[in-house]
């Protein structure tokens, strides 16, 4: 009885199994293109007038929001174990980051665990140099790491890589509902709008800035690590791929731009280690384990970041 429960949860963890079905693959442009689209809208829209403070609190609201549920929850929670969270925040996190609408939380995890294991190498779902180094490869491979991936037919095996999250109930029940947490997500900010402001130009304004603003400016940063973060940057740390240092991406999206350090050290839950390096999703989990909500954190040790920097590993001169 155990056994068939175990694969009927396994089998409907996510939306779809192992192969993308074509309505995900519409649905999924969709996401992309309307809030691109928006996007591109935004200036003028904005020079004429549709644009308050209302709105602007309610779209970066929501963005560090949903941005902080995958910084702090798909990524270095659910992925690479940074931390023990409570049941509370374990769920709260995984619902914000289900709202950022970038996939159910099992295949998230299961496609960035697959990244590490294959990073910039035959198997890695999203490297930059898929298709060579020269000049003409590199402009293809940033556009596959950017957001060509996404529509890959085959999908990541769940099974075979994110074992662990498939045997948590609360975590399945999230993943599988991912479609009900879009719909908050989109819905919300139009909600607040028009409660705040009172009327539907206030709503739609929100909906605008707030959702469709929101959604396409955080999965084009969110995407801009897999892609511009492991083709340009800094590399102060030793790593076996590409991964570098961004540091204009740093605020937008997080602290994840400093993604050096996290490639040579993926399990650590501080990436901006280096004098000066901002890490907004380290210093909500620090306040996590000051209220006592989450504990084990694995915090940057001194030592072990100096043995993987490029100069501490560089012969001695003669």
């Known amino acids: 009885m155990t056994a068939v429960l175990d694969e009927h949860v396994t089998h409907h963890a996510t939306l779809g199994g192992e192969t993308q079905s074509r309505t995900e693959q519409v649905a999924l442009g969709l996401f992309i293109a309307v809030p691109f ?27 560090y929001f949903t941005l902080l549920g995958i910084t702090v929850g798909f990524h270095r929670l659910f992925t690479h174990k940074s931390y023990r969270p409570n049941r509370a925040v374990k769920i709260g996190i995984a619902v914000a980051g289900s709202m950022a609408i970038q996939g159910p939380l099992v295949r998230w995890v299961a496609d960035h665990r697959k990244h590490h294991k294959f990073s910039d190498r035959d198997g890695d779902p999203h490297s930059p140099w898929k298709y060579g180094t020269s000049v003409g490869a590199l402009i293809k491979g940033l556009w596959h790491a950017h957001m060509g991936w996404l529509f890959d037919e085959e999908q990541t095996n769940q099974r075979k890589y994110a074992p662990d999250l498939l045997k948590d109930r609360d975590l399945v029940r999230i993943s599988k509902n991912f479609w009900a947490f879009v719909l908050i997500s989109m819905l919300l900010p139009a909600v607040l709008g028009g409660l705040i402001t009172w009327s539907w130009q206030g709503a739609l304004t929100a909906f605008f800035w707030g959702s469709l603003i929101r959604v396409g400016l955080l999965h084009h940063v969110t995407w801009s690590i897999n892609s511009i973060c492991h083709a340009i940057g800094n590399r102060p740390f030793v790593s076996r791929d590409k991964s570098a240092n961004v540091w204009w991406l740093a605020i937008p999206s997080g602290g994840e731009s400093w993604h050096n350090l996290h490639h040579a050290d993926p399990t650590c839950a501080r990436h901006g280690v280096l004098r000066g390096q901002v890490d907004m999703s380290a210093r909500l989990i620090w306040v996590f384990e000051k209220l006592g909500w989450v504990k084990e954190v694995r915090w940057p040790v001194a030592e072990r970041i100096q043995s993987k920097l490029v100069s501490a590993q560089a012969p001695a001169a003669a």
Not at 44 to 62: C, E
């Open 37 to 63: 689209l928006a996007l591109l809208a935004a200036v003028p829209v904005a020079w004429g007038g549709w644009l308050g403070w209302t709105d602007v609190a309610i779209a970066v609201g929501m963005y």
